[in-house]
């Protein structure tokens, strides 16, 4: 010891540091401890003098303490513990980064052991928040690059389909007068048709030929999807005019409902969109089945339910059902109800399949109705 450092001296240095600071001897005693420790840990100095670890700490964290003090007295050299957790008095767990040093005496026998603390348990809680919000990030960024991808999928799909109807409806448009033609000269040949064998034939054609029509129907109703001319009109008389158009006697089509309700549509596409879903509902129900045409108005809403008793959908199948293209008819297009519901969200509507099962379908068409008085209207 340098002249005029005494042991008091040098005792009063080790308390006024800011860091917890103890000294162990051979026996793992505590032979000194600093008020830096004390503070940290909620014990007095008489806590800790003359006592090991496992007076004072949890077991398995004691034993811990305990083996690194022993591979100090065997290494006699430092020991650097980065981590290790450490119980106070009120039972609060803190982490630490500890350095314990050898302590030797003039003869350069390991006599002690000096161990300085660094409590990194702040640290450790700002290092987790940090990591925490890293993933949180991370996920979040995940999740808006799938979500981009998709809404480019979306938009690439979209654009083809755009072309695609383009391309079909000019087809279609000029398939439709060679067909017109057919039709009429199959009628003619019909009156004329001498055999049963010349009927068969006629009728094959006839038959072949609708479907044909059908198909370029359905086309260039999807194509010309167009902006609506919106009217103001009582939605009972659509409805009505669309259940008189669609009669079979091969399933019967009721109109059920006589709401008093001002629709503000495009009557030309809710009609359409309409004549879709009852025709979907028509083919479903099939011979001797049911459709009705339920039409009602509340809270300034306007709906038409669309219900068959047909053999409803699968639950595979219904995911797929406002698809372009998805049919699981032998000659259907799959654009029917992917047409009626670009026809009524143009109207600012809704078109859903509301309930599907053994007993039949409903189909529910959802539209505004006319102004509340705030709207502009002409004089
Ligand atoms: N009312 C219904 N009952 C049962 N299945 C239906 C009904 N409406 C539509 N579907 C199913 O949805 C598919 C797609 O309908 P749609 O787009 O109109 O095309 P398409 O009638 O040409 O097949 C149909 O093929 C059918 O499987
Ligand atoms: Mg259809």
Redesign the pocket.
């Given at each position: 010891m340098p002249a005029g450092l005494d042991s008091r001296f040098l005792a009063a240095v080790i308390q006024s540091v800011g860091h917890p600071i103890f000294v162990k001897d051979r026996e793992f005693r505590f032979v000194l401890v600093n008020d830096a420790l004390c503070a940290a840990l909620g014990y007095d100095q008489g806590d800790f003098v003359g006592r090991t670890d496992f007076d004072l700490f949890p077991e398995a964290e004691a034993r811990f303490f305990r083996q690194k003090d022993e591979e100090l007295f065997r290494s006699e050299g430092a020991v650097v513990i980065e981590e290790e957790t450490v119980t106070d008095a009120s039972g609060v767990v803190h982490v630490l980064a500890t350095t314990k040093v050898p302590l030797r005496r003039a003869d350069g026998e390991v006599s002690h052991l000096v161990g300085i603390i660094q409590d990194i348990t702040d640290l450790k809680v700002a290092e987790d928040g940090l990591r925490a919000a890293n993933e949180e990030l991370e996920l979040r960024v995940a999740e808006r690059t799938r979500q981009l991808h998709e809404a480019q999928a979306e938009l690439l799909r979209k654009e083809r389909l755009a072309v695609l109807g383009q391309l079909a409806g000019g087809v279609a448009h000029q398939l439709r007068n060679p067909l017109g033609a057919l039709i009429n000269a199959a009628s003619i040949l019909r009156r004329s048709a001498l055999q049963a064998t010349d009927l068969e034939v006629i009728e094959i054609i006839e038959a072949e030929s609708w479907r044909a029509n059908r198909i370029v129907e359905?086309l260039l109703s999807y194509a010309r999807i167009r902006s609506p001319a919106v009217q103001e009109l009582s939605l009972l008389d659509l409805v009505r005019s669309v259940v008189l158009g669609v009669q079979t006697e091969r399933t019967s089509v009721a109109l059920v409902g006589a709401p008093e309700v001002v629709i503000r549509v495009d009557p030309s596409q809710v009609a359409e969109a309409l004549r879709?879903?009852v025709?979907?509902?028509v083919?479903?129900a099939g011979e001797g089945g049911s459709v009705e045409v339920r039409a009602a108005a509340s809270e300034g809403r306007a709906t038409i339910a669309?219900v068959?008793d047909?053999?409803?959908?699968d639950e595979s199948?219904r995911r797929h059902?406002?698809e372009p293209l998805?049919?699981?008819?032998a000659y259907?297009?799959?654009?029917?109800?992917?047409?009626?519901r670009s026809l009524i969200e143009n109207q600012g509507g809704q078109l859903r399949?509301a309930q599907?099962g053994p007993d039949?379908?409903v189909?529910e068409v959802e539209l505004p109705t006319a102004g509340t008085g705030d709207e502009p209207r002409g004089v």
């Open positions: 359905d879709n879903l025709m979907n509902a083919e479903a669309i068959d047909g053999p409803g959908i199948d059902l406002f998805f049919t699981t008819k259907g297009l799959g654009l029917g109800l992917t047409t009626a399949c599907t039949g379908t189909f």
